[in-house]
């Protein structure tokens, strides 16, 4: 008949919601209320497509929509999916040109409106068709609307979507990762950490309290630092930095200058190994200036502003970071990241690293000064001891590598190329798997300085001809 339309298409038109962009935005809305209120994290993905609105609007639905659209639309609108696209016996009258009829809030027997319908005893006491005129039924209607709006809140403000477990669940998940991920293979546990900070953005998507939305962002900012160094260990800054940026927002969100420091540390490790030292030293510097927490994290930075430095061959701006690290750790007093462990903890070992690699760093012709040349020794030899007695939440193959190719680099530098065989022996027998980005680039400086020190003995070019073996798989290459 002409003129029929569905509730659907009135209720829409009277909301003004006809552009598809409009109405998509307020189904995903919708979508992600009922996930939260429902506690069922999968219904916030539920989308609707430009052809789906198009048949609804027009009314030329002829099967039931999916289970959970019904659910939705239900949600968006307070009818049954039935109703809403129900053609109706009579035209439902929608005023034009912003004229809108006044509606009823429908109250359940709790109490709580659900839903608006026509007020058709209004409509009968007045021969105006809209009464848009009268301030009254205006602000009566306004009212209603008000409190629709604040029982809804109230039915719904300390509903929370995050389970009695879940954020044990999940904190007790980021401290394992934590421990892991300088000990394991890359491929063994990316599944895991790609997956931890999809389970913790969909509850953020849906409705909890506040602190335990703190919680979360501080969850999401360590999976999105893992992601990170992840996407760095693999060869790819540009994704390092965008999942950096991620966990910064993450960080910030939670309030928690301790992991913002610790992410902004990561963007100057990602800048060192890219070859932007000075970017590097920015990140390391900014963070500092910022942090007032008394974490290892500060060790960290002054360690990271050490190499930065040396990388732009200022030796005594670098000897001077190095001493601060050291100062600093004198005073130092663990906080909550700390004891995450692993990655999340700068230790003694991994300290000594960053002041061996550090010396290592400063071009040849500062860094072959005898008393540089003990300390870049001395720094690597007790970087590798401790690595030998460190605890298990303490060992990383990788930086446990890299202090031995700064010693081996010490060694051709003081022309004992036998003594940097010896150093380099064990990282060469590390697995495909462990063949991360820092790996290969701290071999390949030590390939570099071979070549800068003229070394052309047998045993230098076996050292050469099997660092370019290999380095041609790295731990990328593995099929993820």
Not at 72 to 91: A, I, N, T
Not at 280 to 292: F, G, I, M, N, V
Not at 443 to 459: E, G, S
Not at 462 to 480: F, G, H, K, N, V
Request: charge should be negative; include cysteine; hydrophobic fraction near 40%.
């Amino acid at each position: 008949m002409p003129g029929e339309q569905t509730l659907l298409r009135a209720l829409v038109r009277e909301r003004h919601w006809q552009r598809f962009e409009t109405f998509e935005t307020q189904f995903m809305r919708a979508a992600a209320e009922l996930a939260a209120a429902e506690r069922e994290p999968a219904l916030a993905r539920i989308t609707v497509s430009r052809r789906q609105f198009e048949r609804w609007y027009s009314g030329k639905v002829k099967t039931v929509p999916h289970p959970d659209a019904c659910r939705v639309l239900e949600h968006m609108f307070g009818y049954k999916v039935d109703r809403l696209l129900e053609l109706q016996s009579r035209p439902i009258q929608v005023a034009e040109r912003g004229e809108v009829e006044p509606w009823r809030a429908a109250v359940n027997d709790a109490g709580v409106s659900t839903a608006w319908t026509l007020t058709e005893d209004v409509k009968a006491a007045s021969p105006s068709p809209t009464f848009y005129g009268s301030s009254l039924l205006d602000s009566e209607r306004m009212l209603a609307m008000a409190t629709h709006r604040a029982l809804r809140f109230s039915a719904t403000a300390d509903a929370s979507n995050v389970g009695a477990h879940s954020l044990d669940m999940l904190r007790s998940e980021a401290q394992r990762l934590a421990v892991a991920y300088p000990q394991r293979p890359l491929f063994e546990i990316i599944n895991d950490i790609v997956s931890l900070q999809d389970i913790t953005f969909t509850l953020l998507e849906g409705r909890q309290r506040p602190n335990e939305a703190k919680d979360l962002y501080l969850l999401g900012g360590l999976f999105s630092g893992m992601l990170a160094k992840a996407a760095h260990d693999m060869r790819d800054p540009y994704t390092a930095m965008t999942h950096a940026r991620t966990a910064l927002l993450c960080a910030r969100n939670a309030e928690n200058s301790a992991l913002a420091a610790w992410i902004r540390g990561l963007q100057s490790l990602i800048a060192y190994w890219s070859g932007r030292p000075r970017e590097a030293l920015d990140y390391a510097q900014s963070a500092a200036s910022e942090s007032t927490d008394a974490g290892s994290v500060r060790v960290w930075l002054a360690g990271l502003e050490a190499r930065a430095w040396a990388a732009l061959g200022k030796e005594q701006e670098s000897l001077r970071a190095i001493e601060r690290a050291e100062e600093i750790r004198e005073h130092l007093r663990r906080d909550a990241l700390d004891e995450l462990g692993g990655m999340c903890y700068f230790s003694v070992p991994r300290q000594l690293y960053y002041a061996a690699d550090a010396c290592a760093t400063l071009p040849d012709a500062v860094a072959k000064a005898p008393t540089l040349g003990e300390r870049a020794r001395a720094y690597a030899s007790d970087a590798i001891s401790a690595y030998e007695r460190a605890s298990a939440s303490d060992k990383s193959f990788g930086d446990d590598a890299g202090a031995r190719t700064d010693l081996a680099i010490a060694h051709i530098r003081a022309n004992e190329i036998d003594g940097a065989q010896d150093a380099i022996d064990a990282v060469l027998a590390l697995p495909t798997g462990h063949r991360i980005n820092g790996v290969v680039r701290s071999l390949l400086n030590v390939h570099r300085v071979i070549t800068a020190n003229r070394a052309d003995t047998p045993i230098a070019r076996d050292m050469q001809e099997s660092i370019e073996d290999y380095c041609r798989t790295p731990a990328a290459a593995l099929p993820q």
